[in-house]
C-alpha cells in the first residue's frame, strides 16, 4: 500500500504528515509559508522522499494552494470541510462539531454521520469573514502592544487573571481604541490582556457562532486553539464548558484528512523537478509579461543607521 501525503497550505504556515499502511500518522513538521507556499511543499516532498525513499505516494492538498499544486504536480486539491470531515471521522468519530482558529480565519463546521454511506459529512458551515479581531495575528499583534516577551507569557497572564477588562472585540481598531482608553484609566496590564483574550472569543461566538449548534463532542483546532486563555474564555462564551476539548494533531487536522481523502499517485522525483522548475521561472500575471529582478539592495537595519557616524557636511 503506498504512502500516503497530505499538505495543509495555511496564510502563515504549510502542515506536511504522512500517514503509513498501519494507519501511523508521522507529522513531518508546521514550518512557516514566509510568502512561497510552493517552496514549503517542495521541501516537504524532499523530506518525505529523505525519509522514506518512497518513489510513488498518494497526495492530497488541502487549504489556500491546493489547486495550484494539482496543476503542477497532480495531486489531488481537497475541499477543507471535506478534509476536516475525514481526519474527524478516522480520529475522533464521536466528534460532531469543530471550531477552528488560525492565524487569519475563523470556521464552525456541524457534522452528521451519512445513513447510506456511514460518512461524516458537513451539516452546517461558516467557513469566516475578514474580520482580524478574531484571529491569531491579531493576538500576535497585541503581544507586541502590550509589550510581552512572547505569547505564551501573554496567554499565561490571561488564563491567570480573574477579571478580564472590557472590550469591545467587534473590530480589531475599535479594540486599540479600547486599549488606549484603559490605559489612561490606569486600567492593569493583565486585565487587558484577559480582556483581549475574552473578546476575541465573544467575536467569534457573535460574528462566527451566531444561531448555530453545538453538538458534542466539539473540537477545537488550529493554532489559537494552543492558547489556554482562548480555550477557557471561548468555552465560556459559547456555554459549552468541558465539552469542547483540544484533540492530538490540532494543527494537522487538515492535512490528515487531506491525505485520507487524496486518491491521485504521484512519483516523488518527477514532483520535486516540476516544483523547482516553475520557482525558476521570472513571476507573470495576465496581460503583463514576465517579472524579472533587475536590482536587489540590502538595507542597514535602523539600528546599525543610528551607530554609523554622522557624515561631515562638506
Not at 113 to 135: F, I, M, Q, T, Y
Not at 297 to 305: C, D, S
Amino acid at each position: 500500500m503506498a504512502l500516503r501525503i497530505g499538505f495543509d497550505i495555511g496564510s502563515d504556515t504549510v502542515k506536511t504528515v504522512a500517514l503509513q499502511s498501519d494507519g501511523r500518522i508521522e507529522e513531518l513538521g508546521v514550518i512557516s509559508v514566509n510568502g512561497q507556499p510552493i517552496r514549503r511543499v517542495m521541501e516537504g516532498l524532499k523530506k518525505v522522499l529523505e525519509l522514506h525513499g518512497s518513489q510513488i505516494v498518494v497526495c492530497g492538498v488541502t487549504g489556500a494552494g491546493a489547486a495550484a499544486l494539482r496543476d503542477l504536480i497532480g495531486a489531488d486539491a481537497i475541499h477543507e470541510p471535506n478534509a476536516l470531515a475525514a481526519a474527524i471521522d478516522r480520529l475522533y468519530p464521536e466528534v460532531r462539531t469543530v471550531i477552528e482558529m488560525g492565524r487569519e480565519a475563523q470556521k464552525y463546521l456541524l457534522f452528521e454521520r451519512d445513513p447510506l454511506s456511514g460518512r461524516l459529512l458537513v451539516e452546517d458551515s461558516n467557513l469566516g469573514n475578514k474580520c482580524a479581531s478574531g484571529s491569531g495575528s491579531f493576538l500576535d499583534h497585541m503581544v507586541k502592544r502590550l509589550n510581552y516577551p512572547s505569547i505564551e507569557d501573554f496567554a499565561q497572564v490571561a488564563l491567570e487573571t480573574q477579571s478580564p477588562a472590557s472590550l469591545s472585540g467587534r473590530c480589531a481598531v475599535f479594540t486599540e481604541s479600547d486599549i488606549t482608553h484603559l490605559y489612561q484609566k490606569g486600567t492593569p496590564r493583565d486585565r487587558i490582556a484577559a480582556g483581549i483574550h475574552q473578546a476575541i472569543s465573544r467575536n467569534y461566538r457573535s460574528a462566527i457562532a451566531r444561531g448555530k449548534e453545538f453538538r458534542d463532542k466539539v473540537a477545537f483546532i488550529g493554532g489559537v486553539s494552543e492558547n489556554p486563555a482562548v480555550v477557557k474564555y471561548l468555552s465560556a462564551e459559547l456555554g459549552i464548558g468541558a465539552r469542547m476539548f483540544v484533540p492530538e494533531h490540532n494543527r494537522t487536522m487538515g492535512a490528515i484528512g487531506a491525505a485520507i481523502r487524496a486518491e491521485a499517485a504521484i512519483d516523488l522525483q518527477t514532483a520535486i523537478e516540476s516544483l523547482e522548475e516553475y520557482l525558476k521561472k521570472p513571476l507573470e500575471y495576465p496581460g503583463c509579461k514576465p517579472i524579472k529582478m533587475e536590482l536587489s539592495v540590502i538595507m542597514p537595519r535602523l539600528e546599525e543607521q543610528s551607530a554609523q557616524p554622522p557624515t561631515p557636511n562638506p
